[in-house]
């Protein structure tokens, strides 16, 4: 039942379910696990990724509006977790 719920909605929109797209999961789910702001650090910490594809997965997010980036001076070094954030994957 738990694997019919994971992979149903994939099922129904007729397109496959990558790698990066469930990885990209785990990172809104741990976001919201944290119930704070999100950093590259805690991924690369959490999944075992290194910096740059930790970095890349969030940049993904924002572009398809799950996280938005929160600006400190010149850098973006936090991620906020936006509401309805599952719905975009």
């Known amino acids: 039942m738990l694997l019919q719920m ?9 397109t496959p379910l990558t790698a990066t797209t469930i ?13 704070r ?3 590259p650090k805690d991924v690369t910490t959490n ?12 940049h993904t997010l924002v572009e398809r509006g799950c996280l ?3 600006v400190r001076g010149a850098d973006v070094r936090h991620y906020e977790l936006k ?3 599952f719905e975009h994957l």
């Open 68 to 70: 938005s980036p929160i």
């Open 37 to 39: 702001w999100i950093r």
């Open 83 to 85: 509401a309805g954030s």
């Open 47 to 58: 999944l075992g990724v290194d910096f740059r594809t930790a970095r890349k997965w969030l």
């Open 23 to 35: 990885m990209e999961k785990e990172v809104l789910r741990l976001a919201w696990q944290l119930g």
């Open 6 to 14: 994971a992979l149903g909605p994939s099922i129904a929109r007729n």
